[in-house]
């Protein structure tokens, strides 16, 4: 087979019997064009390591391979796996497919630690994890070069939003206090087989300088508690982290305030002053 012999997505999907798994979070996406136009987004990708997680059947995969990517795809499905060898017969040295569970797995170690990018149409059931996975660590700058990631449009409004709105929180901080994110795309829910209830959208995350003094697990400790009760004065949601009701005015943050009006530097000055206590 060559890459100008791949049949139609949909002829692969029947030959090989699949179907969406609900269980799996999955949705498959079949346009084309589309396809290459998410893999575009993070810039050249030619001889570049990616990694992807959920691959499915291959839609996103031929688009990163089209472009000319070395891709290693991480899929549970084990379904799917005949499909994925397919494709990787048809770019040749070009696909790694490895079956397993991407939150079990350590991504750096698999790409043997070289640079990467990450370009996926998550599953709805672990997108969210996967990206703090991702995000989190006191080792910065990461390994990977970039994330690309779809997540329901609601999701990835929270990752790019601003303080003061509704869609602003924990989400929001860790993406953005030491990363720069963006929506990139809108993915209407009519592309995907089956469609699902909900919108989608395409974040794109770059790593940033990493803020001096500041743990990464004093600042995910700080907005989770912040956001867990965000309806709730700060001096009220912070009680349960020592120290930090003590530092709100040793940082000039008024107590009465709540975590949605924080900006993301007053989040990290608060937690560069309980780093350093």
Aim: proline share 6%; charged share 20%; net charge neutral.
């Amino acid at each position: 087979m060559t890459t100008g012999d791949l049949p139609p997505l949909r002829e692969v999907i029947a030959r090989h019997g699949l179907s969406a798994s609900k269980a799996l979070g999955q949705n498959f996406l079949f346009d084309e064009q589309l396809l290459d136009r998410i893999a575009a987004i993070p810039g050249d990708l030619s001889g570049n390591a990616v990694l992807e997680v959920g691959p499915g059947p291959g839609g996103l995969t031929r688009a990163l391979l089209r472009a000319g990517a070395k891709v290693t795809a991480i899929e549970m499905d084990t379904r799917c796996l005949p499909a994925l060898e397919e494709l990787g017969e048809a770019f040749p040295g070009q696909l790694r497919v490895l079956q397993g569970d991407a939150m079990k797995l350590d991504h750096d170690a698999l790409m043997d630690g070289e640079p990467y990018a990450v370009l996926s149409n998550l599953p709805y059931n672990v997108g969210t994890a996967l990206f703090v996975k991702w995000l989190g660590g006191e080792d910065w700058p990461p390994n990977w070069s970039s994330l690309t990631l779809m997540f329901q449009q609601e999701v990835a409004q929270r990752i790019a939003s601003r303080p003061g709105t509704s869609a602003y929180g924990r989400l929001a901080v860790l993406a953005q206090w030491r990363s720069s994110a963006r929506l990139a795309m809108k993915v209407h829910r009519s592309a995907f087989t089956p469609p699902p209830k909900v919108m989608s959208a395409i974040v794109h995350v770059e790593p940033g300088d990493m803020p001096q003094g500041v743990s990464a697990k004093v600042l995910e400790t700080l907005t989770a508690a912040a956001f867990g009760q965000r309806r709730k004065m700060l001096r009220q949601s912070l009680k349960s982290v020592p120290g930090a009701v003590d530092a709100l005015a040793k940082v000039g943050i008024e107590e009465t305030r709540r975590a949605e009006t924080l900006e993301v530097g007053e989040f990290v000055a608060l937690a560069r002053h309980l780093s350093d206590s």
